[in-house]
């Protein structure tokens, strides 16, 4: 169980790790000269890392779990409305599928606990 446990935490992890991919790649793909998509990419990108540092990682100073899922739900959101943008519909989805399948397991109590 403790395998299955870190697995899913590991798969959740490179879900943020694609959700910033998601909204850089779509910030930049709307941007225009090159120093204004470097600039914007990157102060939207370490926003969104804050916000998730902030109120959504696992050791957040705000302990609130309602707007620990309220930020979940709307960067994870705005991912996928990126993903849909860049690449359409059916990858959208995909990834939505993936964000909840994880985001579920890894609120099952057995997986918590197994955790830590």
Known sequence: MLILAW???VLLFLLELVTLVAIGTYVWSQSGSIR????STAVVVVAVMV????FASPENPVDNP???GVV???VFAVAAAA???LFG??????FTG??????????????REAVG
């Open 66 to 68: 309602w707007v620990t």
């Open 89 to 94: 519909r059916v990858r959208a989805l995909t």
């Open 7 to 9: 697995s899913i935490y």
């Open 72 to 74: 979940k739900v709307v």
């Open 36 to 39: 204004r998509r470097v600039v």
């Open 98 to 111: 993936a964000v909840v399948l994880i985001n579920g397991f890894a609120l099952v109590p057995v997986i």
């Open 83 to 85: 993903v849909w943008a």
């Open 51 to 54: 916000v998730w540092a902030v």
